[in-house]
């Protein structure tokens, strides 16, 4: 149920606010303008796109139709890497000069989901490789991709893997392959949800 509205100048980002209130007044001039409804329970049945702002959350979400859920507007991106994991061997990515293991890696402050992941290296792989995103090192809970045979990279945009508050995200080369990886380096994007 809204509880208020706010307007759009106060979500603007640079010198345009979000597209969806981008309007014309027949004249071929641009109005900017709207209104979002806030409060602290999400309106009911909404459609893809959907803007609310959270205010016990102080944050802007939007209705992601494909996930089916709340998720922020603002993402965060997380980054590791590795100079080498060799062919046949699984081993967990450094960040910031401290390697990952099975019981540390990024601690999560809210609860979340990971919603896009990349791999890149500098070796054309000549058998299929593994990476994992995984939460609280589960291989079930987990974003899987797979750099193919003759490419050195891959990428996922429709991951949908939620993990709550205090979990940890380790990201792991697997065993799966004759190619060693080399320089690494992995990305994943996340958004907070309620």
């Given at each position: ?24 007044d ?19 049945n ?90 609280n ?12 045979a ?26 799966n ?18």
């Amino acid at each position: 149920m809204a509880i208020g509205k706010i307007k759009v100048e106060q979500l603007q980002s640079g010198s345009q606010p979000y597209g969806q209130f981008i309007k014309s007044d027949g004249s071929g001039n641009t109005i900017w303008g709207g209104v979002i409804d806030a409060g602290i329970t999400f309106p009911s049945n909404p459609t893809g796109g959907t803007l609310y702002y959270r205010t016990d959350a102080d944050a802007l979400f939007h209705y992601d139709d494909s996930r089916s859920k709340w998720l922020t507007v603002k993402t965060l991106l997380y980054s590791c890497g590795r100079s080498n994991i060799q062919k046949n061997t699984s081993a967990y990515m450094y960040a910031g000069g401290a390697v990952q293991s099975s019981t540390n890696g990024f601690i999560m402050t809210h609860n979340g989901t990971i919603l896009s992941a990349t791999v890149d290296n500098i070796t054309i792989m000549g058998t299929d490789r593994n990476v994992e995103f995984r939460v609280n090192d589960s291989a079930v809970n987990r974003v899987l991709l797979t750099i193919t045979a003759g490419n050195k990279s891959a990428t996922t945009i429709i991951a949908d893997q939620n993990f709550s508050s205090g979990d940890t995200i380790q990201v792991v080369g697997i065993a799966n392959g004759g190619t060693d990886f080399n320089n690494i380096i992995v990305t994943f994007e996340i958004g907070w949800r309620i």
